[in-house]
């Protein structure tokens, strides 16, 4: 008997164990034993019903990942095949579902005649954020089951339901407690199936019940996703395998599932989306760096400011369960911060996120302070005040001073020189950079930051720490704004002249959004801030400046002018709230200094914009690569589609180019080197990599240091 799945009978009843860990992914060879062990079941007269199990801690965790792309994908037999097999079993089949069951493994246990699942189960069908729909009858067989809507929720957004969410729906026909012997239950349940005589269930049997969805359901649930979907493919796909089942038998509906499917998997998003998945997973792998080196232990954090920086970046500990002391040495300020703090979380109750108690029970593992000597104990701490080098060494230079030996010491810089600030401290190699992304309690990624000292062991705690406190690590070495804003400055910069050339801030966001993007640079300027990117580049005058005097310069005069964005009312656009509208004064403005530096108007077209500014992300992320900063192109692309709201459809800058191709990328800013005259000559020479790859025929992905 195949070893992935085991076989065994107890009082007339199969047994079939899924034994492939670590998630029990559906590969060729458990597909398999699945076969083998319900053929062998199906011939002994002496069983009478089958249990599928697992032996492991996930039911069954879908497609074996490790095969997408690969012959072994489509070998048989093949899910769908499978399934329909199971289904026609003339003897009753109980899906025990221990735990997870995701993707594939949902629909294994649709196939079966009864599902129970354990008090803590999760079951989910997960394929759209690959950019795929469910492939072997999750379309189907969900809405036949649940009912149209919770299938329809729960395909479309990809997202799990509970045990309870699913017995309430009927995916489930029983719950087992969590403190009795899940087998042994479920054995009992299939017993008493037989011995009752319960009837065989077949979704071919089962048309979509719509009687409860009026006729405007299916148009009015696009309408009410299309802004959190919007320029995703697989969604749609999902809604119209749904709607289109609900006038099909079973085999029909299979068949119209199949053909999506089809689509999807032959998508640019698909691989792109799934270009993502893989890469979060890789970021954590460091090379040259043993992933079991023991990381340290992390039980008492402290962060250094309370603004919306520092208190966002408290609030992830204290979700996580982790002690945490808010210093300022500002009284007033610190109270002020904690009560943000509290605010937030009351808002989380009032949405329902959260319940009272749990307000509470946050709030008890913050603490505050304004003495330096209260962080003797600490484990780690991050630095989040203002971002000036002079300030954040006489951070350290006290954190030094009274931290214990061992306790990791981490700055929230976005653009700073790590090294200059490990410098200070005598312990170098227990400094790092833990770059939080605004607001801090939301947004996913976490730039780790690898000083050119820093320990083997600080960098593994800080990778764990990431996944602890749910956000997506990805490590940088150290350079001017590291991964993430060395690569967002050569894109702002084109951004903003355009707008010297004559472009307008509206149609530069245009051509941003339309592309996928979730704001363009405008909207995304106004948002940060006109004054945080104006003293940002204080920080670093020769760099923006030195070979260009217009640099940001409607930027830099709209600062002066105090107008810093959303936070004054008036940036780029002018806002009422969150509501804006375009300003024609800054039209204005961008003509009258476009003249004064000597820069010709004109119309610019969209495809201009789109090339200038994507094609510089692309071009500078290549620079990135070839300069080690960044150990492969999927770590950028995790950055920014993690930290910058690149579209998840297209996988990231360096996908996209891929896609496209670099030698398109490479012929583009040739062309505007060429007709820009110095500017372009300037700014548009192609990075080496870039033109080495694209010569040689070959793409990022394929490029490693």
């Avoid at 068949?255 to 998508?267: G, P, R, T, V, W």
């Avoid at 149609?507 to 300027?525: E, H």
Wanted: glycine share 8%.
């Amino acid at each position: 008997m195949n070893t992935v799945v085991s076989y065994q009978t107890k009082d007339a009843i199969a047994i079939l164990t899924l034994n492939s860990p670590p998630v029990n992914g559906l590969a060729q060879t458990v597909r398999q034993g699945i076969k083998d062990a319900f053929e062998k079941a199906t011939a002994d007269d002496d069983v009478k019903a089958m249990v599928i199990t697992s032996s492991g801690k996930i039911f069954c965790g879908g497609a074996d990942v490790t095969e997408f792309g690969s012959p072994l994908a489509t070998a048989r037999p093949i899910l769908p095949e499978l399934f329909n097999q199971l289904e026609s079993s003339s003897k009753p089949i109980v899906a025990a579902i221990n735990s997870l069951a995701l993707g594939g493994g949902c629909e294994l246990a649709l196939a079966c005649d009864y599902r129970v699942a354990h008090a803590n189960a999760k079951i989910g069908l997960p394929e759209v954020k690959l950019g795929l729909i469910p492939g072997a009858g999750g379309t189907q067989r969900l809405p036949r089951i649940a009912g149209v809507e919770m299938a329809l929720q729960m395909i479309v957004s990809g997202e799990s339901v509970n045990a309870e969410q699913a017995l309430a729906s009927g995916i489930v026909d029983a719950i087992i407690d969590a403190d009795i012997h899940f087998l042994d239950a479920v054995i009992d349940y299939a017993k008493s199936l037989v011995a009752n005589g319960a009837a065989i269930k077949s979704c071919a049997d089962l048309r979509i019940d719509t009687s409860k969805v009026d006729d405007n359901f299916f148009n009015d649930f696009r309408k009410s996703i299309a802004r959190k979907t919007r320029g995703f493919y697989a969604p749609e796909c999902a809604i119209k395998a749904v709607e289109g089942g609900c006038e099909l038998s079973l085999n029909e509906g299979l068949a119209l599932e199949k053909a999506l499917f089809i689509q999807c998997l032959e998508s640019t998003q698909a691989r792109a989306q799934q270009h993502l998945f893989f890469a979060e997973r890789a970021a954590t792998k460091i090379p040259g760096i043993n992933a079991a080196i023991p990381a340290r232990a992390i039980s008492k954090v402290a962060i250094i400011g309370s603004g919306t920086m520092g208190g966002g970046i408290a609030m992830n500990f204290a979700n996580a369960g982790i002690e945490t002391t808010i210093l300022d040495l500002n009284a007033e300020a610190l109270e002020r911060g904690m009560g943000v703090i509290r605010k937030n979380y009351e808002v989380s109750a009032k949405r329902g996120r959260l319940s009272a108690a749990q307000v509470e029970e946050r709030m008890a593992l913050l603490k505050s302070t304004c003495d330096y000597s209260d962080l003797g104990d600490m484990d780690l701490v991050i630095e989040a005040v203002f971002e000036n080098m002079d300030v954040k060494k006489k951070v350290f230079s006290a954190l030094d001073s009274v931290c214990k030996p061992g306790a990791i010491l981490a700055t929230n810089t976005s653009t700073l020189d790590v090294n200059e600030i490990a410098a200070i401290t005598s312990r170098p190699n227990d400094v790092i950079g833990l770059h939080f992304f605004s607001p801090a309690n939301v947004m996913k990624l976490l730039e780790i930051v690898r000083g050119a000292d820093t320990a083997d062991d600080v960098l593994i705690t800080a990778i764990n720490l990431a996944k602890t406190i749910h956000k997506v690590p990805v490590v940088a070495g150290v350079c001017w704004g590291f991964i993430g804003n060395r690569i967002l400055e050569p894109y702002a910069r084109e951004a903003m002249r355009l707008m010297l050339e004559g472009a307008s801030p509206a149609q530069i966001d245009r051509v941003l959004y339309d592309f996928g993007l979730a704001m363009g640079l405008p909207s995304m300027i106004d948002l940060a801030g006109i004054d945080v990117g104006y003293l940002v580049r204080q920080g670093n005058v020769q760099a923006c400046y030195g070979r260009d005097p217009s640099y940001a310069i409607v930027c830099d005069e709209l600062y002066k002018l105090g107008r810093y964005g959303q936070k004054t009312g008036r940036g780029m656009y002018i806002y009422e709230g969150r509501d804006k509208k375009e300003d024609p004064e800054v039209v204005a403005l961008a003509t009258r200094l476009a003249k004064e530096h000597g820069i010709s108007q004109r119309e610019i077209s969209d495809q201009e914009i789109l090339e200038r500014t994507i094609y510089m992300l692309i071009n500078e992320g290549a620079q990135v690569l070839e300069d080690g900063i960044s150990y492969r192109s999927g770590d950028i692309d995790t950055v920014y589609c993690n930290g910058y709201g690149f579209p998840a459809h297209r996988g990231g800058p360096m996908q996209y180019a891929d896609e496209i191709g670099l030698q398109t990328v490479v012929d583009a800013l040739e062309k505007y080197r060429v007709s820009l005259g110095e500017y372009g000559e300037e700014w548009f020479k192609s990075a080496p990599l870039l033109k080495k790859l694209a010569a040689e025929g070959k793409s990022f992905k394929e490029f490693s240091q």
